[in-house]
Nanobody
Framework: QVQLVESGGGLVQAGGSLRLSCAAS????????MGWFRRAPGKQREFVAA????????DYADSVKGRFTISRDNAANTVYLQMNSLQPEDTAVYYC???????????????????WGQGTQVTVSS
């Protein structure tokens, strides 16, 4: 059974940092894209960041560029999201996503991922 388990969420003050982790089990995703999405209260889930099979090929939502960094450890089958300079508008449930196959074209589209974690809450207080 394939599982993605997120951790690292919590409550932080504006300007603070958090590091999310997503550990995959049941299969390896080292050759395929993995990413992070989030759903803020009352809003639809949106793309945050993603990385292809090698950590050097990444994509970010404009709202997090320069503040968030996605990385992965293929040996550990884990993807991370380092979040700095957090703002109240970053408050959301953050979801890890992985694709069981290579993705052609954009890696920012939610529909291209077929494995999802249960989500971890990030709350940023002002």
């Amino acid at each position: 059974q394939v599982q993605l388990v997120e951790s690292g969420g919590g409550l932080v003050q504006a300007g603070g940092s958090l590091r999310l982790s997503c550990a995959a089990s049941g299969r390896t995703f080292s050759g395929n894209p993995m990413g992070w999405f989030r759903r803020a209260p009352g809003k639809q889930r949106e793309f945050v960041a993603a990385t292809r099979s090698s950590g050097g090929n990444t994509d970010y939502a404009d709202s997090v560029k320069g503040r968030f960094t996605i990385s992965r450890d293929n040996a550990a089958n884990t993807v991370y999201l380092q979040m700095n300079s957090l703002q109240p508008e970053d408050t959301a449930v953050y979801y890890c996503a992985a694709s069981s196959r290579a993705i052609v074209g954009t890696i920012t589209a939610e529909r291209k991922y077929d494995c999802w974690g249960q989500g971890t809450q990030v709350t940023v207080s002002s």
